[in-house]
């Protein structure tokens, strides 16, 4: 049976998980929630990214991304960051869509399942 392999395990969720060289992310949401949704986004792209080269991988190997606003006009300075972070020619499936987020000074929150390199 192929090992689970889990990284920053709390007693609630894990922020990853590795099986069968898939990566999966918790939802990765700010650290600063103060800032608007470019800064919020480049926050969590950072931590998306941190968390795929512990796990063995890279934002070039994303396979899925999931992407919660909680105001969908925010999409344009969204994109804005997420296109000047994401490789050309490694744009993965994605879905974006508004949504209420557990803390309301959150504007974004983003799950990513990626392939291991």
């Known amino acids: 049976m192929p090992q689970i392999t889990r990284f920053h395990v709390g007693p609630r969720?894990?922020?990853?998980?590795?099986?069968n060289g898939t990566v999966?992310?918790?939802?990765?949401v700010p650290d600063d929630p103060t800032q608007d949704i470019r800064g919020q986004t480049a926050q969590v792209l950072a931590m998306?990214?941190?968390?795929?080269a512990e796990a063995g991988s890279d934002k070039?190997?994303?396979l899925m991304a999931q992407i919660f606003l909680t105001?969908?006009?925010?999409?344009?300075?969204?994109?804005?960051?997420?296109?000047?972070?994401?490789?050309?020619?490694?744009t993965p499936p994605r879905a974006t869509?508004?949504?209420?987020?557990?803390?309301?000074?959150?504007?974004i929150e983003i799950v990513v399942?990626?392939?291991q390199a």
């Open 60 to 62: 070039s190997r994303i």
């Open 97 to 107: 869509v508004q949504a209420a987020l557990a803390n309301a000074a959150w504007k």
């Open 24 to 28: 999966y992310l918790a939802g990765q």
């Open 71 to 90: 105001d969908i006009r925010d999409i344009a300075g969204m994109n804005e960051v997420w296109d000047a972070w994401i490789p050309a020619g490694h």
């Open 113 to 115: 399942t990626a392939a």
């Open 13 to 19: 969720l894990s922020e990853s998980a590795v099986h």
């Open 48 to 52: 998306v990214e941190r968390l795929l």
